[in-house]
């Protein structure tokens, strides 16, 4: 069976930083492509990035690029997401996908 | 960046119908490999979305054959023969030709 969970989501301050990470099993992690994909509340689907299954390249959407860095270890079959200078508009789900599956998302809220 | 523009907004059907959902991009999605990086996808009421259609017309393992996806070049669509209740929510296309990648707004799929 294919999973995909996120966490380390929660309540964070403006201006600080966060990780976020998806734990993968079912399938063979270091074959795929990876994304982020965020959903504000009420809101449709927003691509953030995806990375190669080596890990060696990295696409960005022009707004996320800078702040959020994506990253991977396949050795533990774990995606990242690296969110920085958050700001009230990245309150969102965040979730992790690959190609044919999501995990079932993770909530981030950011405010004072 | 690629806009998809997805007509229409909402949807209205009853049961058994067949409805028709429109993706415009505003530039060719045909990769210089050949291939169309065109998806769609489902997130019904409360849960993640789900892949239905990868490359405009390839179906996702376990999608129902009543889903069927067509279209090239800057015009897309997704036909539901004979919308059941499950296939109620919010569809989603996106294109993966071109970075970044993009989501239309999306269409709700309502019963009348």
């Known amino acids: 069976e294919v999973k995909l969970v996120e966490s380390g989501g929660g309540l964070v301050l403006p201006g600080a930083s966060l990780k976020l990470s998806c734990i993968v099993s079912g399938f063979t992690f270091s074959d795929y492509w990876m994304r982020w994909v965020r959903q504000a509340p009420g809101k449709g689907l927003e691509f953030i990035g995806e990375?190669?299954?080596?890990?060696?390249?990295?696409n960005y959407a022009p707004s996320m690029k800078g702040r959020f860095t994506i990253s991977r270890d396949n050795a533990k079959n774990t995606l990242y997401l690296q969110m920085s200078s958050v700001r009230s508009e990245d309150t969102a789900t965040y979730y992790c996908?690959?190609?044919?599956?999501w995990g079932q998302g993770v909530m981030v809220t950011v405010s004072s | 960046d690629v806009v998809l523009t997805q007509t229409p907004v909402s949807l209205s059907v009853t049961l058994g119908d067949q409805a028709s959902i429109s993706c415009r991009s505003s530039?060719?999605?045909?990769?210089?490999?050949?291939?169309?990086?065109l998806e769609w996808y489902l997130q019904k009421p409360g849960q993640s979305p789900q892949l239905l259609i990868y490359?405009?017309?390839n179906r996702f393992s376990g999608v129902p054959d009543r889903f069927i996806g067509s279209g090239s070049g800057t015009d897309f669509t997704l036909k539901i023969s004979r919308v059941e209740p499950e296939d109620l929510g919010v569809y989603y296309c996106?294109?993966?030709?071109?970075?970044?990648?993009?989501f239309g707004a999306g269409t709700k799929l309502e019963l009348k």
């Open positions: 996908a690959s190609l044919y599956d």
């Open positions: 996106f294109q993966a030709t071109h970075d970044p990648y993009t």
């Open positions: 490359e405009v017309s």
């Open positions: 990375i190669k299954p080596d890990g060696s390249k990295t």
């Open positions: 530039q060719s999605l045909e990769y210089s490999d050949g291939y169309t990086y």
